[in-house]
């Protein structure tokens, strides 16, 4: 099997840099990103616009079916369209964060999107990240990573996000932010976040993002040449 074809699942919670490695693992690989977290976000964000309360799983399901969600290359940076409006910037704000975890937990939305990227995936390959990949989307993939950090360490790394984009954000209100939200992305009755033996464990610590995409990309690449 080559590089190209190979189906990547990076789960894990919030803060623990999968986004960037993801993007890194994929581009290193030549296969697509899927960012199934912004996809959940989207939904999410289309939630609030329109004033609808997340939990309302009839009308969460509607959003998603009737939602047109695409990535990306805008200038060398991946680009998460919904709609036809790029909304990458919006979908990172704490609120937005916190309608996604709640529409996460919903198994209509979640059959939805996941069917999506399930398509996506087979049809190229890809590295997906979530909390779930491993263990609902893709579980067959030999090639699963669980990226860890410890809690400073990861409410840290997101209120620098926030701050790179303006937000107004305390560390206090991220930190407190993440917290519920590990407890609710835990506890879902579908799909929780969990980890099982079979993912390759990174603690992202005291990594650096070239560290972590290094030692994915050279696990997958050892495990093509067996």
């Known amino acids: 099997m080559r590089d190209d074809q190979v189906i990547v699942a990076i789960d894990g919670p919030s803060g623990v840099g999968k986004t960037t490695t993801s993007k890194l693992v ?21 939630a609030i616009r329109r004033g609808i ?6 009308e969460a399901v509607r959003l998603a079916a009737d939602s047109s969600i695409e990535f990306r290359w805008v200038s060398g940076v991946p680009r998460v369209i919904l709609d036809g409006e790029d909304i990458s910037d919006q979908i990172r704000s704490p609120e937005v964060s916190m309608a996604a975890s709640t529409i996460s ?8 999107l996941v069917e999506l990227q399930q398509s996506r995936g087979r049809a190229r390959g890809g590295v997906l990240e979530g909390r779930d990949i491993g263990t609902k989307v893709f579980p067959e993939t030999p090639h699963k990573f669980f990226l860890t950090a410890d809690s400073r360490t990861r409410a840290e790394r997101r209120y620098r996000e ?16 993440m917290v519920r ?38 696990s997958i690449r050892e495990s093509l040449s067996d």
């Open 105 to 112: 937990a919903i198994s209509g939305v979640r059959r939805v």
């Open 53 to 58: 309360d997340p939990s309302n799983a009839e």
């Open 162 to 177: 926030l701050l790179a984009r303006e937000d107004s954000a305390s560390l206090e209100e991220v930190t407190e932010d």
């Open 181 to 218: 939200r590990d407890r609710q992305d835990s506890t879902r009755s579908d799909s929780p976040l969990t980890c099982d033996d079979t993912y390759t464990v990174v603690d992202t610590t005291s990594m650096t993002v070239d560290d972590v995409v290094g030692a994915i990309v050279t």
């Open 26 to 46: 994929a581009r290193e690989l030549g296969v697509p990103h899927i960012d199934t977290g912004a996809m959940y976000r989207a939904v999410g964000l289309k």
